[in-house]
């Protein structure tokens, strides 16, 4: 167990150098999101402190609080983005004090109280997903795409684009879509409908076993080809979004919060709203989730995406 270390001896510890250390680790294991949130926050506090070198023993809760401002003054940052490169200062300066044995007299984090930010509600409703389906931009191929895109994420129980892009012939099963979702390992198996079909048949191809071609065919997929993607993807849905003239922005979470919204009105039970969401932090849920029959989450969408797999398979 290591001893704890005295700040004279702190002084002499390179937080930069090991925040760098910590975001090659979690890039290391796959974690590429956390390690884009540490490599942003870092960014901004070597920006604050000039790009001068900070020792372990200099974060101090001044520190803390002058950055936090710096990051508020900005006016380029929204409170939720402050917060996240805030807690992810915090969660680097835990690890590597930890790792060094350092305690710190008082924890620089310790009076940080983090008020996230209500976000604009990312729910549209079913009309919307309608007109999506209805929309004719044939001449538009790389808006056509996202549309038909949006439009399966939403069919297929509100389907993450990270799972949706990584999606092969392995995953189809008979007539069973079976996937582990990306972020939360939990397996998710969907009743293929005629509009995820046509949609299927329309973009998959021999030359590539991702069924929407849009990763490359071989070796490892680079983060920032993938974060290409979704940002172009993003970009196409926006566009869409403004072409329908929508009181909420388009974007790759819109399918996924909408699903889930509209199931709820439907009444569908929370449970089986979870399973379909692959949500499994809660361990009760989990258990009871397990024993939930297949049957009763095909009947629960075709109920909320019936309209729209309709609209999809009429242009087979």
């Known amino acids: 167990m290591a001893t704890n270390k ?4 702190a002084s002499k510890i390179d937080l930069f150098n090991h925040m760098d250390i910590l975001i090659l680790r979690k890039r290391s294991i796959g974690k590429d999101s956390t390690a884009d949130l540490y490599r942003a926050s870092s960014n901004w506090l070597r920006k604050f402190v000039k790009k001068r070198n900070l020792c372990l023993s200099e974060i101090t809760p001044a520190l803390v609080d002058d950055f936090i401002v710096y990051l508020q003054r900005l006016g380029s940052l929204k409170v939720n983005s402050v917060n996240s490169y805030v807690c992810a200062f915090r ?3 835990n690890v590597i004090t930890r790792e060094h044995g350092y305690i710190p007299c008082r924890h620089p984090f310790a009076h940080i109280v983090i008020h996230p930010e209500k976000t604009t ?3 549209v409703g079913l009309d919307v997903f309608e007109r999506i389906s209805a929309l004719d931009l044939k001449d538009e191929p790389e808006m056509q795409k996202a549309a038909d895109l949006c439009v399966f994420s939403f069919i297929a129980c509100g389907m993450p684009f990270v799972d949706l892009a990584h999606l092969t012939r392995e995953n189809i099963n008979g007539d069973t879509l079976v996937y582990n979702r990306a972020k939360t390992g939990a397996s998710i198996r969907i009743d293929l409908t005629p509009g995820m079909n046509y949609l299927l048949d329309k973009y998959s191809s021999a030359d590539n076993p991702y069924l929407f071609s849009l990763l490359l065919p071989e070796g490892p997929v680079p983060h920032e080809h993938y974060k290409s993607l979704l ?7 926006k566009e869409i979004g403004k072409r329908l003239d929508l009181p909420t922005s388009l974007t790759s979470y819109v399918s996924r919060h909408s ?4 199931a709820y009105r439907k ?3 929370v449970a089986i709203i979870s399973q379909a969401l692959g949500h499994t932090s809660e361990k009760t849920t989990r258990h009871y ?5 297949q049957s009763e989450l095909s009947k629960a969408n075709i109920l909320i995406t019936g309209t729209v797999d309709n609209i999809v398979k009429r242009r087979a």
Do not use: G, S
Request: contains cysteine; aromatic residues 14%.
């Open 289 to 293: 989730l397990a024993q939930l029959d």
């Open 121 to 123: 509600k990312r729910a």
């Open 267 to 269: 009444y569908t039970p």
């Open 91 to 93: 969660a680097m300066y």
């Open 231 to 237: 940002r172009n993807y993003n970009d196409c849905l």
């Open 6 to 9: 005295t700040k004279k001896q």
């Open 259 to 262: 699903w889930a919204t509209i």
